[in-house]
C-alpha cells in the first residue's frame, strides 16, 4: 500500500482570494497529496487537511516612524524574523521541524527567507522544497528618497531569496517569466505553469449589433488601466457598453464607481462571482479589456489568469502591445491590440469593429477552449513538485 505524501503550501495572501493557490490545491489533492496550508484568512477550501493562520501585523508595521526604526537599525535577516517569522503559528513550524511534510510549496518571495531557518528546516532530509514565482520580481530601486532607499535594500534581499539553493525546484507563469530567471537571475529554468481555469462547456452568446458589451473583471487598481478604460466610453460608439466586476479594495472600488458615475447607464459595476463561476458569468459579454499600460516591469510581463478566463468565457480579448500577452493569443486569433496606449487609441481600435470581426473573435476562442485550460497546466505543476519526477 503507498505511503500517504503531505504537502504544505506557504502562501503570503488570503488564500481564497488566490486563483493560482487553489488550483495547486486542487491539482495536489487529485494527484494524491495530503494538504495543509499556511496563509492569511480562513480555511480556504474543504480539500485542506489543516490550515495554520498567519497572525495580524506586529506593531511594527503599524506607523511609518517604526518602520524607519526597523529598516534603519536592523538587518535584513532580523527584519524579516520581527515582521513576519513571528506571525507564522508555532503549530505550523513544529510540523515542518517534525518532518511531516514530503513537500513544501512556497508561493512567491514573501515567506521564501523562513526557508533559511536551520532550527525549523534544517534537520529535513526528505522534503523536497518548490518556489512559485507569480510574478516579475526586480531589485531596481522604486523610490530615491532616504526611507526609499531602506525599502529598496530590503526588497533587494527578499528577491535574493528566489535564488537560494534550498529550493530544488521552481515554476513561474510564462514562458517570458522563465527567460527572466534563467538568464537574468542565474536560476534553474523554472517551470512554466500558467494561470488558466477548468475547461467550461459552453458556446459562444451572438453579438447584438445594437448592444457590443466589454467587461473588464478583477482587481480594481489604476495600474490596470481602469481610467483609460472608463474614458474610453467617453469616445466609443453608442453601441458599447462597459461592466466593471472588480475585487479588492473597497475604497478603491468607491473611488472608481465615483469616476464612472457621470457615464451614466453606459457604465456598470457589478459584484464578483465566486472563482470557478467566472468564466460562465463571462459568457454574456463580448469582449474582455485588459489593456495595461507598461507602468513597472510587473505590469509590462503579466500574463492575467483573466485572459485565459475569457477564453472560457469565450470572449474575444483585447489588449495593449503587451509582449506575453500577445504570445498567447496571436496563434489563436481570439485576439486585437491596442496602440499605442490610451484611451483615443482604445476607441478608435474598438469603433473600427464590425460584429463579424467580433464574432470571428468569440469564435476563436471557443475554439482555443480546448486546448487553454488547467488540466494541462496541472500535469506541469505536478510534475514539477513531485519527488519522483524531480528525481527521474
Do not use: C
Not at 8 to 15: D, F, M, Y
Not at 28 to 42: C, M, N, Q, R, Y
Not at 97 to 112: C, K, P, Q, S, W
Not at 189 to 194: F, I, T, Y
Amino acid at each position: 500500500m503507498p505511503t500517504e505524501r503531505v504537502a504544505l503550501l506557504a502562501v503570503p495572501s488570503e488564500i481564497l482570494n488566490d486563483p493560482r493557490v487553489r488550483r495547486e490545491i486542487d491539482w495536489l489533492t487529485d494527484a494524491g497529496w495530503v494538504v495543509d496550508t499556511l496563509g492569511f484568512g480562513p480555511h480556504p477550501s474543504p480539500l485542506v487537511r489543516t490550515h495554520f493562520e498567519l497572525l495580524p501585523p506586529t506593531v511594527w508595521e503599524s506607523s511609518p516612524w517604526r518602520q524607519l526604526v526597523l529598516h534603519g537599525l536592523m538587518t535584513n535577516s532580523a527584519k524579516f524574523r520581527r515582521i513576519i517569522q513571528q506571525r507564522i503559528p508555532s503549530e505550523a513550524a513544529d510540523a515542518v521541524r517534525a518532518g511531516t511534510y514530503d513537500l513544501i510549496v512556497f508561493n512567491d518571495r514573501e515567506l521564501a527567507p523562513w526557508s533559511r531557518d536551520r532550527d525549523v528546516f534544517g534537520g529535513l532530509t526528505a522534503t523536497h522544497i518548490h518556489l512559485d514565482m507569480h510574478e516579475y520580481f526586480t531589485q531596481r530601486m522604486r523610490e530615491r528618497t532616504p526611507f526609499g532607499l531602506l525599502a529598496w535594500s530590503w526588497q533587494r534581499w527578499l528577491t535574493r531569496r528566489l535564488a537560494d539553493p534550498q529550493f530544488t525546484t521552481r515554476s513561474t507563469v510564462s514562458q517570458r517569466l522563465a527567460d527572466y530567471y534563467e538568464h537574468d537571475r542565474g536560476m534553474p529554468r523554472p517551470a512554466v505553469v500558467r494561470n488558466i481555469p477548468e475547461y467550461v462547456e459552453q458556446e459562444p452568446r451572438p453579438v447584438d449589433p445594437q448592444r457590443i458589451r466589454l467587461i473588464y473583471h478583477g482587481l480594481a487598481h489604476w495600474e490596470r488601466g481602469l481610467r483609460d478604460l472608463i474614458d474610453t466610453m467617453a469616445l466609443v460608439d453608442d453601441r458599447f457598453e462597459l461592466t466593471l466586476m472588480l475585487t479588492g479594495d473597497d475604497a478603491m472600488i468607491d473611488e472608481v464607481r465615483r469616476i464612472a458615475a457621470p457615464h451614466g447607464d453606459r457604465i456598470v459595476l457589478r459584484p464578483p462571482v465566486p472563482l470557478k463561476q467566472v468564466s460562465t458569468a463571462l459568457n454574456e459579454y463580448d469582449l474582455a479589456m485588459m489593456v495595461y499600460r507598461p507602468v513597472s516591469p510587473n505590469v509590462r510581463y503579466m500574463l492575467p489568469n483573466k485572459l485565459f478566463e475569457a477564453v472560457q468565457g469565450r470572449l474575444g480579448v483585447v489588449t495593449g502591445r503587451n509582449e506575453v500577452m500577445i504570445a498567447e493569443h496571436a496563434p489563436y486569433g481570439f485576439g486585437v491590440v491596442v496602440e499605442p496606449w490610451g484611451a483615443q487609441a482604445t476607441a478608435e481600435l474598438l469603433n473600427s469593429l464590425t460584429v463579424e470581426e467580433i464574432e470571428r473573435l468569440k469564435a476563436a476562442a471557443h475554439a482555443a477552449a480546448p486546448q487553454l485550460h488547467s488540466e494541462i497546466e496541472k500535469r506541469s505543476f505536478v510534475h514539477a513538485v513531485d519527488t519522483q519526477a524531480a528525481r527521474a
